[in-house]
Structures are given as structure tokens and as C-alpha cells.
């Protein structure tokens, strides 16, 4: 539409209201399609987010179940007894390793991995106590406290584990045995969905046998501490000489 301004000029062009309002109205319609989209996508992407997440998470507690499982040390109970200490069932694991950790240090400690219930949902969680001889005849259940729980998964999520001996045949529970497993099958699984995991895995045990002329670890165990007294107390000696 062509409008004469008071200045008489001639030519110059407006949008009339009716053109404006149909201006306003595509924008509506284009940010009304925008906003469906995003609503429908944002869902999908939190969900596919969670999920890689979830999934990094679980490969993270999966790793460190098996580098634990993997430095299994032969421990024997107490100095009289010729087996391992390690008790394994479907759903717990307790063995002795080398122990790790800030503020830890030189000994061995006795780890466990089990599902514990948490405010009414079930977790696996890694808890650690030093190790110390037991008396013959008792349990490692029993007689262990743990301290230090981590929380490794999550329900939906279980875990449960299975042992194998030299011929490769898993089995659900290896208990009082004169080796260590030579591997251990972790398997993942979604409760909801009873789903198998891709993060299941099966680890080896690098020692399960005791080393050839070695001490028990008791035996171990006090030559740590007598270590530690001869560093005091070289630690405690004044120098002579010097510059």
C-alpha cells in the first residue's frame, strides 16, 4: 500500500495491521512446531543420556570387582590351616587381597562383596576389614567386621558370581577348598527384565596356589610388623659422622 506523507513525498510503503497479524500468526505456528519437537526429543535424549551413563557406571564397579578378584592372595586362615581363605556363593564373595586404598597401609585385608539391603532396596556393596588370623575352626562370616562400604551397583541391577577350578567347570559356591578359584564369572543382570548384561565378564585369579617355600600370612603378617619396628627404630637412631 503506497501512503502520501505530510511532507507530500510519495512511494514509500508500510504493513498494514492485517499483514502484521499474519506475520504473528507464522511465528506461532513455527515455534508452536518448534516446541512439539523439543518436546517430543528431550525425553529421548535424558533417556539415551541416563543410559550411557548408567552404563559407564556399571562398567566402572564391574572393573574394580574383578581387579579385586583378580589380586586374591593364598592366605591361609591361621598358621595350622593349609587353605585358602576365600568363601564364595552365588550372591557374596569374601577373600583376602593386598591391601589398597588412601590411608591404608602395608598388610593384607580381607574383602567382601555382597548384597546388602539399603532403605528397603537391595545393593552390592564392597566393604574391608585388615586381615588377622582366626581361630581354628572359625567362620570368616563371623568372626570379620567390615568397615568402609562403597556402593558398587544398584537395584534393578544384581549380581552373582560363579567359580571355576583348573578344568573350567563353574560352579555356585567355593567353599573350604585347597586353591583359590583359577577364574570367576561375574554376570549382570536387570531384575525388572531378567535381561543379562554386556557388562558381565569372567576374571582369572593370578595366584591360586600358595608360593613355593612361603610363609602363612600370619606368618606375613608378623614379618610387616617387625619391618615396621626395625624402621622405627633405625628411624629412632642418631647418625654418626655425616658432613
Known amino acids: 500500500m503506497t501512503l ?6 510519495d512511494g514509500e510503503r508500510g504493513f498494514t495491521l492485517i499483514e502484521a497479524l499474519a506475520a504473528l500468526a507464522l511465528t506461532g505456528l513455527v515455534l508452536s512446531a518448534l516446541a512439539t519437537l523439543t518436546a517430543q526429543w528431550l525425553p529421548r535424549w535424558n533417556r539415551g543420556f541416563d543410559r550411557i551413563q548408567q552404563n559407564e557406571l556399571i562398567a566402572i564397579s564391574m572393573q574394580r570387582i574383578a581387579a579385586d ?4 592372595e593364598f592366605a591361609p586362615a591361621n598358621r595350622s590351616s593349609k587353605k585358602p581363605l576365600f568363601d564364595g556363593s552365588a550372591l557374596s564373595v569374601s577373600f583376602v587381597r593386598t591391601a589398597i586404598g588412601p590411608n591404608v597401609g602395608v598388610g593384607l585385608d580381607v574383602v567382601r562383596i555382597s548384597e546388602v539391603t539399603d532403605a528397603g532396596r537391595l545393593v552390592t556393596l564392597r566393604s574391608r576389614a585388615p586381615f588377622v588370623p582366626l581361630p581354628p575352626g572359625a567362620s570368616l562370616t563371623e568372626q570379620i567386621r567390615t568397615s568402609d562400604p562403597v556402593v558398587l551397583l544398584r537395584a534393578p ?5 560363579a567359580y ?9 559356591e567355593w567353599r573350604d577348598m585347597d586353591a583359590l578359584p583359577t577364574a570367576v564369572m561375574l554376570t549382570v543382570r536387570d531384575a525388572a527384565s531378567g ?3 554386556s557388562a558381565s565378564t569372567v576374571t582369572p585369579v593370578h595366584v591360586n596356589a600358595a608360593a613355593r617355600g612361603g610363609k602363612s600370612a600370619e606368618g606375613a603378617a608378623d614379618d610387616v610388623n617387625d619391618a615396621k619396628d626395625d624402621g622405627k627404630a633405625a628411624g629412632g637412631t642418631p647418625k654418626q659422622g655425616g658432613s
Open 4 to 9: 502520501q506523507g505530510p511532507g507530500g513525498r
Open 69 to 72: 578378584l583378580a589380586a586374591a
Open 157 to 161: 541391577l544384581r549380581i552373582s558370581f
Open 164 to 172: 571355576a577350578g583348573p578344568d573350567r567347570v563353574f560352579h555356585d
Open 195 to 197: 535381561r543379562v548384561l
